[in-house]
Protein backbone atom coordinates (compact mmCIF):
# COMPACT_ATOMS: atom_id res chain seq x y z
CA UNK A 1 0.00 0.00 0.00
CA UNK A 2 1.01 3.29 -0.99
CA UNK A 3 1.90 6.27 1.47
CA UNK A 4 1.24 8.52 -1.35
CA UNK A 5 -0.14 8.54 -5.37
CA UNK A 6 2.19 11.32 -6.53
CA UNK A 7 5.88 12.34 -5.20
CA UNK A 8 6.56 15.64 -7.00
CA UNK A 9 10.62 16.28 -7.03
CA UNK A 10 11.03 19.19 -8.56
CA UNK A 11 11.56 23.30 -7.91
CA UNK A 12 9.37 25.82 -5.61
CA UNK A 13 9.98 29.48 -6.96
CA UNK A 14 8.17 33.20 -6.25
CA UNK A 15 6.38 33.82 -9.50
CA UNK A 16 6.47 37.70 -10.17
CA UNK A 17 3.99 38.12 -12.63
CA UNK A 18 3.50 41.87 -14.77
CA UNK A 19 0.88 42.25 -17.46
CA UNK A 20 2.03 43.62 -20.62
CA UNK A 21 0.61 45.55 -23.81
CA UNK A 22 3.73 43.29 -25.55
CA UNK A 23 6.88 42.48 -24.91
CA UNK A 24 10.08 44.61 -24.99
CA UNK A 25 12.51 44.12 -28.38
CA UNK A 26 16.29 44.33 -26.86
CA UNK A 27 16.90 48.01 -25.85
CA UNK A 28 13.27 49.16 -25.19
CA UNK A 29 11.41 49.46 -21.13
CA UNK A 30 7.64 49.13 -21.96
CA UNK A 31 4.98 49.47 -18.96
CA UNK A 32 3.30 46.92 -17.37
CA UNK A 33 0.73 45.99 -14.77
CA UNK A 34 1.54 46.06 -10.50
CA UNK A 35 3.81 43.02 -9.69
CA UNK A 36 1.69 40.19 -8.14
CA UNK A 37 3.71 37.81 -6.50
CA UNK A 38 1.97 34.16 -6.58
CA UNK A 39 3.71 31.09 -5.45
CA UNK A 40 5.02 28.69 -8.18
CA UNK A 41 7.29 26.63 -9.59
CA UNK A 42 6.99 23.98 -11.69
CA UNK A 43 7.53 21.00 -8.72
CA UNK A 44 5.52 23.28 -6.73
CA UNK A 45 2.95 23.79 -8.94
CA UNK A 46 2.89 20.27 -10.06
CA UNK A 47 2.23 19.31 -6.28
CA UNK A 48 -0.26 21.37 -5.65
CA UNK A 49 -2.06 21.02 -9.07
CA UNK A 50 -2.47 16.94 -7.89
CA UNK A 51 -3.36 17.83 -3.96
CA UNK A 52 -6.50 20.09 -5.52
CA UNK A 53 -7.71 16.95 -7.21
CA UNK A 54 -7.66 14.84 -4.39
CA UNK A 55 -3.92 12.85 -4.71
CA UNK A 56 -1.94 12.44 -1.46
CA UNK A 57 0.89 13.98 -2.86
CA UNK A 58 4.69 14.54 -1.10
CA UNK A 59 7.04 17.28 -2.66
CA UNK A 60 10.60 16.74 -2.40
CA UNK A 61 12.01 20.14 -3.14
CA UNK A 62 14.44 22.79 -1.95
CA UNK A 63 13.70 26.79 -0.89
CA UNK A 64 15.70 29.53 0.97
CA UNK A 65 15.14 30.54 4.46
CA UNK A 66 13.39 33.75 3.56
CA UNK A 67 9.49 35.40 2.97
CA UNK A 68 9.25 33.41 -0.76
CA UNK A 69 10.03 30.40 1.20
CA UNK A 70 7.60 31.36 3.37
CA UNK A 71 4.96 31.52 0.86
CA UNK A 72 5.89 28.27 -0.83
CA UNK A 73 5.56 26.26 2.29
CA UNK A 74 1.77 27.79 2.96
CA UNK A 75 0.44 27.35 -0.35
CA UNK A 76 1.73 23.56 -0.35
CA UNK A 77 0.07 23.28 3.04
CA UNK A 78 -3.45 24.87 2.16
CA UNK A 79 -3.60 22.88 -0.67
CA UNK A 80 -3.17 19.65 0.84
CA UNK A 81 0.60 18.31 0.35
CA UNK A 82 3.13 17.30 2.78
CA UNK A 83 5.94 19.20 2.78
CA UNK A 84 8.17 16.50 5.28
CA UNK A 85 10.53 16.44 2.03
CA UNK A 86 10.94 20.11 1.32
CA UNK A 87 14.51 21.27 2.30
CA UNK A 88 15.12 24.72 3.82
CA UNK A 89 18.65 26.69 2.96
CA UNK A 90 21.75 26.97 1.04
CA UNK A 91 20.44 29.95 -1.30
CA UNK A 92 17.54 32.13 -1.72
CA UNK A 93 14.08 30.51 -2.82
CA UNK A 94 13.95 30.53 -6.82
CA UNK A 95 12.18 33.33 -8.46
CA UNK A 96 10.25 33.59 -11.64
CA UNK A 97 10.16 36.35 -13.59
CA UNK A 98 7.03 36.79 -15.79
CA UNK A 99 5.33 39.05 -18.55
CA UNK A 100 1.95 38.21 -19.39
CA UNK A 101 0.48 39.60 -22.73
CA UNK A 102 -2.94 40.43 -23.84
CA UNK A 103 -3.91 37.01 -25.23
CA UNK A 104 -2.54 35.36 -22.10
CA UNK A 105 0.94 33.85 -23.77
CA UNK A 106 3.69 34.28 -21.09
CA UNK A 107 7.53 34.24 -21.59
CA UNK A 108 9.86 33.45 -18.21
CA UNK A 109 13.11 34.14 -16.58
CA UNK A 110 13.81 31.84 -13.65
CA UNK A 111 16.74 32.29 -11.20
CA UNK A 112 16.68 29.03 -9.71
CA UNK A 113 18.25 30.17 -6.19
CA UNK A 114 17.79 27.08 -3.92
CA UNK A 115 16.44 24.97 -6.73
CA UNK A 116 19.84 24.56 -7.89
CA UNK A 117 21.15 23.06 -4.79
CA UNK A 118 18.67 20.47 -4.81
CA UNK A 119 21.31 17.59 -5.05
CA UNK A 120 21.59 13.81 -5.76
CA UNK A 121 22.59 13.12 -2.33
CA UNK A 122 18.91 15.08 -0.62
CA UNK A 123 17.46 12.46 -3.07
CA UNK A 124 18.91 9.72 -1.84
CA UNK A 125 17.98 11.03 1.81
CA UNK A 126 13.98 10.74 0.73
CA UNK A 127 14.27 7.06 -0.02
CA UNK A 128 11.37 6.55 2.39
CA UNK A 129 9.06 9.23 0.05
CA UNK A 130 10.26 7.00 -3.00
CA UNK A 131 9.30 3.39 -1.38
CA UNK A 132 6.11 5.15 -0.60
CA UNK A 133 5.03 6.82 -3.86
CA UNK A 134 3.03 5.21 -6.54
CA UNK A 135 4.05 7.51 -9.14
CA UNK A 136 7.07 10.37 -8.90
CA UNK A 137 7.09 13.29 -11.47
CA UNK A 138 10.22 15.31 -12.08
CA UNK A 139 10.79 18.44 -14.21
CA UNK A 140 14.21 19.93 -15.24
CA UNK A 141 14.19 23.20 -13.20
CA UNK A 142 16.63 21.31 -11.12
CA UNK A 143 20.05 19.68 -12.08
CA UNK A 144 19.95 17.28 -14.31
CA UNK A 145 22.01 15.05 -12.05
CA UNK A 146 19.49 15.13 -9.49
CA UNK A 147 16.50 13.65 -12.08
CA UNK A 148 19.19 10.63 -12.58
CA UNK A 149 19.74 10.15 -9.18
CA UNK A 150 15.86 9.94 -9.05
CA UNK A 151 15.23 7.82 -11.67
CA UNK A 152 17.96 5.59 -9.85
CA UNK A 153 15.55 6.18 -6.91
CA UNK A 154 12.62 4.54 -7.83
CA UNK A 155 11.17 1.85 -5.93
CA UNK A 156 10.30 -1.59 -7.82
CA UNK A 157 6.86 -1.21 -8.91
CA UNK A 158 6.41 2.52 -9.07
CA UNK A 159 6.31 4.72 -12.47
CA UNK A 160 7.88 7.95 -13.62
CA UNK A 161 6.72 10.94 -15.31
CA UNK A 162 8.86 13.16 -16.87
CA UNK A 163 8.36 17.24 -18.03
CA UNK A 164 11.93 18.08 -19.28
CA UNK A 165 11.44 21.77 -19.31
CA UNK A 166 13.22 23.90 -19.71
CA UNK A 167 14.48 21.03 -22.66
CA UNK A 168 17.61 19.93 -22.91
CA UNK A 169 19.30 16.61 -24.16
CA UNK A 170 18.54 13.56 -21.86
CA UNK A 171 20.36 10.80 -20.96
CA UNK A 172 19.21 7.30 -22.02
CA UNK A 173 19.06 6.35 -18.52
CA UNK A 174 16.46 9.25 -18.18
CA UNK A 175 14.34 8.53 -21.16
CA UNK A 176 14.49 4.78 -20.93
CA UNK A 177 12.49 5.53 -17.32
CA UNK A 178 9.88 7.93 -18.40
CA UNK A 179 6.78 6.86 -18.79
CA UNK A 180 5.39 8.84 -20.02
CA UNK A 181 7.80 11.65 -21.26
CA UNK A 182 5.32 14.64 -21.74
CA UNK A 183 6.50 17.36 -23.85
CA UNK A 184 5.21 20.39 -26.08
CA UNK A 185 6.66 21.29 -29.68
CA UNK A 186 9.50 22.89 -28.32
CA UNK A 187 10.74 20.78 -25.74
CA UNK A 188 9.81 17.93 -28.61
CA UNK A 189 12.41 19.43 -30.92
CA UNK A 190 15.31 19.96 -28.26
CA UNK A 191 14.70 16.00 -27.33
CA UNK A 192 14.89 15.13 -30.90
CA UNK A 193 18.61 17.20 -31.64
CA UNK A 194 20.03 16.32 -34.66
CA UNK A 195 16.30 14.70 -36.13
CA UNK A 196 14.61 18.06 -35.38
CA UNK A 197 10.72 18.17 -36.22
CA UNK A 198 10.43 19.60 -39.64
CA UNK A 199 13.71 18.90 -40.97
CA UNK A 200 16.23 21.54 -39.25
CA UNK A 201 18.99 22.20 -41.62
CA UNK A 202 21.97 19.45 -41.23
CA UNK A 203 19.64 17.39 -38.96
CA UNK A 204 17.20 14.71 -40.92
CA UNK A 205 13.96 15.26 -41.62
CA UNK A 206 11.68 13.60 -39.21
CA UNK A 207 8.43 15.16 -40.68
CA UNK A 208 6.27 18.20 -39.62
CA UNK A 209 3.32 15.92 -37.88
CA UNK A 210 3.12 15.51 -33.96
CA UNK A 211 2.48 11.53 -34.93
CA UNK A 212 5.76 11.78 -36.18
CA UNK A 213 7.71 13.60 -33.15
CA UNK A 214 6.08 11.29 -31.12
CA UNK A 215 6.96 7.74 -32.94
CA UNK A 216 11.12 9.54 -33.07
CA UNK A 217 10.65 10.25 -29.56
CA UNK A 218 9.34 6.94 -28.04
CA UNK A 219 12.42 5.45 -30.20
CA UNK A 220 14.91 7.32 -28.40
CA UNK A 221 13.50 4.93 -24.93
CA UNK A 222 10.76 6.26 -23.44
CA UNK A 223 8.17 3.63 -22.70
CA UNK A 224 5.39 6.47 -23.67
CA UNK A 225 4.81 9.75 -24.79
CA UNK A 226 2.89 12.27 -24.49
CA UNK A 227 2.97 15.81 -26.77
CA UNK A 228 0.54 18.71 -25.93
CA UNK A 229 -0.28 20.88 -28.59
CA UNK A 230 -2.12 23.72 -27.23
CA UNK A 231 -5.38 24.05 -28.49
CA UNK A 232 -5.27 21.81 -30.54
CA UNK A 233 -5.21 18.98 -27.57
CA UNK A 234 -2.52 16.17 -27.23
CA UNK A 235 -1.50 13.01 -29.13
CA UNK A 236 -0.07 10.21 -26.76
CA UNK A 237 2.37 7.40 -27.98
CA UNK A 238 2.93 4.44 -26.80
CA UNK A 239 3.60 0.37 -27.86
CA UNK A 240 0.22 0.26 -28.71
CA UNK A 241 -0.18 2.89 -31.19
CA UNK A 242 -0.42 6.72 -30.88
CA UNK A 243 -3.30 8.39 -30.51
CA UNK A 244 -4.71 12.04 -30.65
CA UNK A 245 -6.81 13.48 -27.38
CA UNK A 246 -9.00 16.12 -28.32
CA UNK A 247 -8.99 20.18 -26.93
CA UNK A 248 -11.43 21.28 -24.56
CA UNK A 249 -11.91 24.98 -25.91
CA UNK A 250 -11.64 27.62 -23.63
CA UNK A 251 -11.20 31.58 -23.60
CA UNK A 252 -7.32 31.51 -22.01
CA UNK A 253 -6.89 34.26 -20.30
CA UNK A 254 -3.63 33.43 -18.59
CA UNK A 255 -1.49 30.30 -19.10
CA UNK A 256 1.08 29.69 -16.53
CA UNK A 257 1.03 26.97 -15.31
CA UNK A 258 -1.23 25.24 -17.48
CA UNK A 259 1.05 22.67 -18.45
CA UNK A 260 1.65 22.04 -14.83
CA UNK A 261 -1.42 21.16 -14.21
CA UNK A 262 -2.13 19.12 -16.99
CA UNK A 263 1.04 16.94 -15.92
CA UNK A 264 0.04 16.15 -12.24
CA UNK A 265 -2.98 15.45 -13.66
CA UNK A 266 -2.03 13.22 -15.98
CA UNK A 267 0.18 11.48 -13.38
CA UNK A 268 -2.17 10.88 -10.88
CA UNK A 269 -4.79 9.37 -13.30
CA UNK A 270 -2.23 7.23 -14.51
CA UNK A 271 -1.05 5.89 -10.72
CA UNK A 272 -5.24 5.25 -10.23
CA UNK A 273 -5.30 2.97 -13.43
CA UNK A 274 -6.54 4.94 -16.08
CA UNK A 275 -4.90 4.27 -19.55
CA UNK A 276 -2.79 6.88 -20.98
CA UNK A 277 -5.35 8.48 -23.64
CA UNK A 278 -8.24 8.17 -20.82
CA UNK A 279 -5.71 10.10 -18.21
CA UNK A 280 -4.54 12.64 -21.18
CA UNK A 281 -8.21 13.74 -21.61
CA UNK A 282 -9.13 14.07 -18.12
CA UNK A 283 -5.74 16.47 -17.87
CA UNK A 284 -6.84 18.32 -20.58
CA UNK A 285 -9.82 19.18 -18.88
CA UNK A 286 -8.09 20.28 -15.84
CA UNK A 287 -5.70 22.37 -18.10
CA UNK A 288 -8.65 24.04 -19.94
CA UNK A 289 -10.10 25.19 -16.28
CA UNK A 290 -6.93 26.45 -15.50
CA UNK A 291 -5.81 28.95 -18.41
CA UNK A 292 -9.51 30.56 -17.31
CA UNK A 293 -8.07 31.94 -14.42
CA UNK A 294 -5.17 34.49 -13.64
CA UNK A 295 -1.97 32.57 -12.07
CA UNK A 296 -0.43 29.01 -11.61
CA UNK A 297 -1.47 27.07 -8.33
CA UNK A 298 -4.52 29.52 -7.63
CA UNK A 299 -5.56 28.48 -10.77
CA UNK A 300 -6.22 25.35 -10.56
CA UNK A 301 -8.98 23.61 -10.35
CA UNK A 302 -10.80 20.90 -7.54
CA UNK A 303 -11.41 17.68 -9.08
CA UNK A 304 -15.52 18.63 -8.70
CA UNK A 305 -14.39 21.92 -10.75
CA UNK A 306 -13.13 19.73 -12.98
CA UNK A 307 -16.70 17.57 -13.55
CA UNK A 308 -18.68 20.58 -13.84
CA UNK A 309 -17.08 22.24 -16.57
Known amino acids: MYDYDLLVVGSANADLVIGV ?64 GVLVGGAP ?78 PAEVLAACDPLIVNEHEAKVILGGAEAGGAAGGAAVGDRPEDWARVLLAKGPKSVVVTLGSQGALVASAEGVERVAAVKVEAVDTTGAGDSFTAALAWKLGAGSSLPEAAAYAARVGAVAVTRRGAQESFPTAAEVEAQ
Open 21 to 84: ERRPAAGETVLGSDLAVHPGGKGANQAVAAARLGARTALLARIGDDAYGRLLLDSQRAAGVDTV
Open 93 to 170: TGVALITVDPSGDNSIVVSPGANGRLAPEDVRAAAGLFHASRVVSAQLEIPLETVVEVVRSLAPGSRFVLNPSPPRPL
